[in-house]
T-cell receptor
Framework: AQSVTQLGSHVSVSEGALVLLRCNYS??????LFWYVQYPNQGLQLLLK??????LVKGINGFEAEFKKSETSFHLTKPSAHMSDAAEYFC??????????FGTGTSLTVIP | NAGVTQTPKFQVLKTGQSMTLQCAQD?????MSWYRQDPGMGLRLIHY???????DQGEVPNGYNVSRSTTEDFPLRLLSAAPSQTSVYFC??????????FGNGTRLTVT
């Protein structure tokens, strides 16, 4: 069985500050890991994905995530938050490509 | 590129009514799926399909039916709507283990 845990349902950061959104996964086989972003009243958009190549993955809009097998983590970071980063972020895992399991999401607020 | 198209965008049903949520993709993706999104619960998989004629259940399949007669279309049927099915529904498609492409969702209210 696979699952994803996102610590912190709400995260607030000041504009220009570091963004850190946490994701831990459980999987009995090497996983594919993803981060998605959802803006209000929209579908989910892919930020980045890990597919067993480099452990540090760079995505769109300045986001990146590091796969740490020993910690079963795939935390999302951005060095400097922008007002436009305010959204909901979801971590997801799949090992087969048939079933994707999502975390419960983290709502990011950026304070001007 | 149209991507994944869902219709309708909004729907209000009365308890016991039936309806079909439509999903179509134009990317020739083998894999299609339906999720429901509820506050504090993330996205939960309802049903998925790995190709025409093949469907399987996800985490929360009860009360929903699907079929996949073509590669492009994957409709979700609610046979007898219940208030517990009030949710936002997303259709998504992908090619093998590549990332999911999502539609813009259908907001369903069951009274």
């Amino acid at each position: 069985a696979q699952s994803v845990t996102q610590l912190g349902s709400h995260v607030s950061v000041s504009e220009g500050a570091l963004v850190l959104l946490r994701c831990n996964y459980s999987s009995s086989v090497p996983p594919y890991l993803f981060w998605y972003v959802q803006y209000p009243n929209q579908g989910l958009q892919l930020l980045l994905k890990y597919t067993s190549a480099a452990t540090l993955v760079k995505g769109i809009n300045g986001f990146e995530a590091e796969f740490k097998k020993s910690e079963t983590s795939f935390h999302l970071t951005k060095p400097s938050a922008h007002m436009s980063d305010a959204a909901e972020y979801f971590c997801a895992v799949t090992s087969t490509g048939n079933q994707f399991y999502f975390g419960t999401g983290t709502s990011l607020t950026v304070i001007p | 590129n149209a991507g994944v198209t869902q219709t309708p965008k909004f729907q209000v049903l009365k308890t016991g009514q039936s309806m079909t949520l439509q999903c179509a993709q134009d990317m020739n993706h083998e894999y299609m799926s339906w999720y429901r999104q509820d506050p504090g619960m993330g996205l939960r998989l309802i049903h998925y399909s790995v190709g025409a004629g093949i469907t399987d259940q996800g985490e929360v399949p009860n009360g929903y039916n699907v079929s996949r007669s073509t590669t492009e279309d994957f409709p979700l049927r609610l046979l007898s709507a219940a208030p517990s099915q009030t949710s936002v529904y997303f259709c998504a498609s992908s090619f093998r283990s590549e990332s999911l492409h999502f539609g813009n969702g259908t907001r369903l209210t069951v009274t």
